[in-house]
């Protein structure tokens, strides 16, 4: 005897408060319509399932992946598809591949970028950031100045420890502007207690345009910043990244294209 139309509903209405209770968004969202589909294609329950896994495994790691993204606090979401390597014959595109490959994540190695105001760092930066959370790995992205002041900020409020632990828990910390502004005694200790805990237990990427025997004025203290360094240096993959300034060339073919197009 087959169930009534009423009987169906109540079915079909129990199913879906399940999916709810289970979580399964979007077996809840596309059951039907694949299922009108695997009836229409004389498919049986086993494909009908591995259909509606297939769609919520692939639905998860983009919502996961999107929370990586806005938990990374990127400055603006940058591909390192959209970056032009012509512009900068110098900088080693092998070796950003490589490290888009995130093995380097694996064994802890750190990443600094050298290059001058404009060279592209901040284009560079996070799209290795991107990739890295493409892949699953956890990412934060902060100024030096703004990691101080956090900092500084979760001590006075008794909270440091955990701000610490969350740091240290991250696959990948990107610190940019490391050196654009010089540090309060209390500010470079504070700093030098991050890149210590996460020595060889964490990577550490820096944009930084200021050479490395020019940095003992911004953390004040010969000892701290030979210290600092050698954490950051031990372990680490150099992106030379001086040339003539990105946003420069990229602003003089703007006005170059606006001027053919006016003529």
């Given at each position: 005897?087959?169930?009534?139309?009423?009987?169906?509903?109540?079915?079909?209405?129990?199913?879906?408060q399940?999916?709810?209770?289970?979580?399964?968004?979007?077996?809840?969202?596309?059951?039907?319509?694949?299922?009108?589909?695997?009836?229409?294609?004389?498919?049986?329950?086993?494909?009908?399932?591995?259909?509606?896994?297939?769609?919520e495994?692939?639905?998860?790691?983009?919502?996961?992946?999107?929370?990586?993204?806005?938990?990374?606090?990127?400055?603006?979401?940058?591909?390192?598809?959209?970056?032009?390597?012509?512009?900068?014959?110098?900088?080693?595109?092998?070796?950003?591949?490589?490290?888009?490959?995130?093995?380097?994540?694996?064994?802890?190695?750190?990443?600094?970028?050298?290059?001058?105001?404009?060279?592209?760092?901040?284009?560079?930066?996070?799209g290795?950031?991107?990739?890295?959370?493409?892949?699953?790995?956890?990412?934060?992205?902060?100024?030096?100045?703004?990691?101080?002041?956090?900092?500084?900020?979760?001590?006075?409020?008794?909270?440091?420890?955990?701000?610490?632990?969350r740091l240290?828990?991250?696959?990948?910390?990107?610190?940019?502007?490391?050196?654009?502004?010089?540090?309060?005694?209390?500010?470079?200790?504070?700093?030098?207690?991050v890149?210590g805990?996460?020595?060889?237990?964490?990577?550490?990427?820096?944009?930084?345009?200021?050479?490395?025997d020019?940095?003992?004025?911004?953390?004040?203290?010969?000892?701290?910043t030979?210290?600092?360094?050698?954490?950051?240096?031990?372990?680490?993959?150099?992106?030379?990244?001086?040339?003539?300034?990105?946003?420069?060339r990229?602003?003089?073919?703007?006005?170059?294209?606006?001027?053919?197009?006016?003529?």
């Amino acid at each position: 005897m087959r169930p009534g139309p009423g009987s169906l509903a109540q079915s079909s209405d129990q199913t879906e408060q399940y999916l709810k209770a289970l979580k399964l968004q979007t077996f809840l969202r596309e059951h039907d319509k694949v299922s009108r589909q695997c009836a229409a294609e004389g498919v049986g329950h086993p494909d009908f399932l591995l259909r509606l896994s297939e769609l919520e495994l692939i639905d998860r790691h983009h919502h996961m992946m999107d929370r990586r993204i806005k938990a990374a606090r990127f400055p603006t979401v940058k591909s390192l598809d959209s970056f032009d390597f012509l512009t900068f014959p110098s900088l080693n595109k092998a070796l950003v591949n490589e490290l888009a490959r995130s093995e380097h994540i694996g064994r802890r190695d750190n990443v600094i970028a050298v290059g001058n105001s404009g060279a592209g760092k901040t284009h560079i930066a996070p799209g290795l950031g991107l990739a890295e959370c493409q892949k699953g790995l956890s990412v934060g992205f902060t100024t030096a100045a703004a990691l101080v002041h956090e900092l500084i900020e979760a001590r006075d409020e008794i909270r440091l420890l955990n701000m610490q632990k969350r740091l240290a828990n991250l696959k990948l910390l990107i610190i940019d502007e490391l050196g654009f502004v010089p540090l309060s005694k209390t500010g470079a200790e504070l700093l030098f207690e991050v890149f210590g805990q996460r020595y060889e237990r964490g990577s550490i990427m820096v944009p930084t345009n200021l050479p490395f025997d020019e940095r003992t004025e911004v953390f004040g203290s010969e000892s701290l910043t030979g210290a600092l360094l050698y954490r950051l240096t031990h372990h680490a993959h150099i992106l030379e990244m001086n040339g003539e300034s990105y946003r420069l060339r990229q602003s003089r073919k703007t006005n170059k294209d606006q001027t053919e197009h006016e003529a």
